[in-house]
């Protein structure tokens, strides 16, 4: 393990704590979980604190303290931080509120939070405002409250914003083994992701959750991921808050399709870091990565005996990106020999109560199911109360189910549909022997889903540094139409042939030169469909003069050659996230933008291959390959026609507020595409 900056704090032999009830608190709970350093109290009148005398300031301190509980209030935290940094301190928990985070109601909270971090200097705080942490590995506890951990020999480090919440996450009794909880409260200097990658580097950490608010640090996020990929230990985050800043701020359809959230899945699944939509999911991912890491692939197996568990399973994974694998050829006969004949071999299985008790056909029908090559083998099994029933035979399932697992190398889960109906003792113990005891049908599926989710990125070759150009000041500009196109015809992108005109009679005379027939739209106008500023299909000079005179006052006219109808419609844009910056949007286009919502979101830069898999993803794709025998459509131009879009926002990026191009035509296959609509905003 290298030595990094967080080390003495995370792992401390020594620990100093200040303040009163909440430091003796944490002498309390190292005491409790065996702590074999030392620890020193500090405070100004007291004379011993659970044995141990105490020092009345740092400065009488035997030495450094490798890490310090600071139970102070705010204004006292700020010079004993002062005085540890000067001394060589570790590192130190600061317990105190009042800070930024109160800066609506305490005038003064950024501005002690600035002296907080001044004080410091180069020594890692963590908080303010926040409880500290747990390492059960070592008994070290910077925590001032009781909490449901005990010592353990390696498993997941747990990493959250909220005190409360990690509070409530050491009370579970699923059997998930934590090895670490560290909160980071305002995260004023130390964030959560900086906690999470010296975590990783410790050999006893298997996995690593993080339940976050906001990311403030793009760079910090995939320094992150690069070290999980690195050390082969996956991340899963729980992300809270799902902002619709980007879509309030935006005048485009992109905009419809684009927001924080969105753009955050996007983000995170690039980078290989799995995202989960509740705490009971956290844990149950989890528990399944503790155990086996990310899945080597997407199809399950699911066994129960009974028929309405295998109707749930199915259920739960529409909609999901895992499937249930139809059984292979060479499982059928063992199977039907084992279950007999009135049972439907398929997947989800319900084998039925007939080897209900039977240890050695249990067995064989387990192993028979496990041998299909499914990247995860789940058995539903819910256990009795242990007051009022004999789970004797339940016991038998699980020692089945252990031994088909031994025999077949396979992995497999026991997944209880509700939590209560998995006893602790019974969930450590399959953790212990490399079965992953699961809680909850939907928290299941949805683990297998990121699991494979984080192997599959993983099997990619690590991805291009993601785009973070910050944006110029300036005042904002919305090109024209015409300009648009313009400037993205020079980046590649086939536009329409056209001509911009001043008045009614000019464009007609220009649509006589282009060619009948032509389309006519009036310039300066932001959803020109929807306010009479679009005329189609003009077949001679009077129709072009006529609509133009019909359109509302505008900044001029394009003229444009008519495209023939094409196989499908795409949208393409790009939105300004306020934390990850520009991203690409793809979707379906035309009038089915918000309609479908068939978008795929690609942070950039994006490769084609990139570009072909996420038009590949769309609803729409079906259309361009050929929907039920009608033509296929250009899909390697729609792909170019992408790809040069997303150069220009590569390029552009400083000034780019926002880029839409709607539609673009899918042409038959060999005749291209055609942006014929495109917005641009920047800045100046």
Not at 115 to 121: D, T
Not at 315 to 343: C, H, I, K
Not at 516 to 530: C, D, M, Q, R, S
Request: some cysteine.
């Amino acid at each position: 393990m290298t030595p990094g900056p967080l080390d003495r704090l995370l792992r401390p032999q020594t620990i100093a704590v200040f303040g009163g009830r909440e430091a003796r608190r944490v002498i309390e709970q190292c005491d409790r979980m065996g702590f074999a350093g030392e620890i020193w109290p500090v405070h100004p009148k007291l004379g011993e604190v659970l044995g141990r005398p105490c020092y009345r300031s740092v400065s009488d301190l035997p030495s450094a303290p490798d890490a310090a509980f600071v139970g102070v209030n705010r204004m006292l935290t700020v010079e004993i931080v002062r005085s540890l940094s000067r001394a060589g301190a570790g590192g130190a928990v600061c317990y105190a509120s009042g800070f930024s985070e109160a800066a609506a109601e305490l005038s003064d909270g950024a501005e002690l939070q600035q002296s907080l971090l001044e004080a410091a200097g180069d020594m890692p705080i963590l908080g303010p405002n926040c409880y500290g942490l747990i390492n059960s590995l070592d008994g070290a506890l910077l925590w001032p409250d009781q909490h449901g951990m005990r010592r353990m020999a390696r498993g997941v480090a747990i990493l959250t914003q909220s005190s409360n919440i990690a509070i409530n996450l050491t009370m579970q009794t699923r059997g998930l083994p934590i090895a670490y909880v560290v909160t980071a409260g305002n995260q004023a200097q130390t964030s959560l992701c900086d906690v999470a990658c010296a975590l990783i580097d410790d050999p006893r950490v298997t996995a690593v959750g993080l339940h976050v608010e906001g990311f403030g640090d793009l760079a910090a996020l995939e320094r992150l991921a690069a070290i999980a990929r690195h050390s082969s230990k996956p991340v899963v985050v729980l992300k809270v808050g799902r902002s619709e800043q980007a879509k309030r701020a935006a005048v485009s359809h992109t905009a419809s399709l684009s927001g924080s959230d969105a753009v955050a899945n996007a983000v995170l699944a690039r980078l290989g870091l799995g995202r989960v939509q509740s705490l009971p999911a956290l844990l149950e991912t989890l528990k399944l990565l503790h155990v086996a890491g990310p899945l080597a692939g997407h199809s399950i197996s699911s066994m129960s005996c009974s028929g309405g568990e295998a109707s749930l399973m199915a259920d739960a994974a529409v909609g999901r990106a895992v499937e249930f694998g139809a059984l292979r050829p060479q499982q059928l006969p063992r199977l039907r020999r084992v279950l007999g004949e009135m049972v439907t071999l398929s997947n989800p299985l319900d084998y039925h109560t007939f080897v209900w008790g039977d240890f050695a056909r249990q067995t064989e029908a387990f192993s028979a199911m496990f041998e299909g090559g499914y990247a995860l083998n789940l058995v539903v099994l819910d256990f009795p109360r242990g007051d009022r029933c004999d789970a004797s035979e339940w016991a038998l399932t699980v020692e089945a189910v252990m031994t088909a697992t031994a025999a077949t190398g396979a992995l497999a889960g026991l997944l209880a549909t509700l939590p209560e109906n998995m006893p602790e003792p019974i969930a450590e113990r399959l953790m212990a022997n490399g079965i992953v005891a699961f809680c909850g049908i939907d928290e299941t599926i949805a683990a297998a889903e990121v699991a494979a989710g984080i192997g599959r990125a993983w099997k990619a070759p690590p991805p291009l540094p993601l785009l973070d150009v910050p944006l110029v000041a300036g005042k904002i500009e919305t090109l024209t139409e015409a300009d648009a196109k313009s400037e993205l015809a020079a980046f590649g992108l086939p536009v329409p042939e056209g001509l911009p005109a001043s008045s009614p009679g000019e464009a007609a005379e220009l649509a006589e030169r282009l060619g009948f027939p032509v389309v006519l739209k009036g310039l300066g106008i932001a959803h020109k469909t929807e306010v009479g500023a679009v005329a189609l299909n003009l077949n001679n000079i009077e129709a072009v003069s006529n609509a133009g005179t019909a359109m509302p006052p505008n900044a001029g006219y394009l003229v444009e050659k008519m495209i023939d109808p094409p196989i499908a419609e795409l949208i393409v844009g790009a939105i300004r996230d306020p934390v990850f910056g520009v991203s690409l949007t793809v979707g379906a286009g035309g009038i089915f933008v918000e309609l479908l919502e068939d978008s795929v979101i690609l942070p950039l830069p994006a490769t084609k291959t990139d570009i072909h898999a996420a038009i590949s993803r769309l609803k729409l794709a079906k259309l361009i390959s050929g929907y039920r025998g009608q033509p296929k459509g250009d899909l390697e131009a729609a792909v170019a026609a992408v790809a040069a879009a997303a150069d220009y926002v590569v390029m552009n990026a400083a000034h780019l507020e926002e880029l839409d191009i709607n539609p673009l035509m899918v042409l038959p296959e060999g005749r291209g595409v055609a942006a014929v609509d495109a917005l641009i905003r920047r800045r100046r």
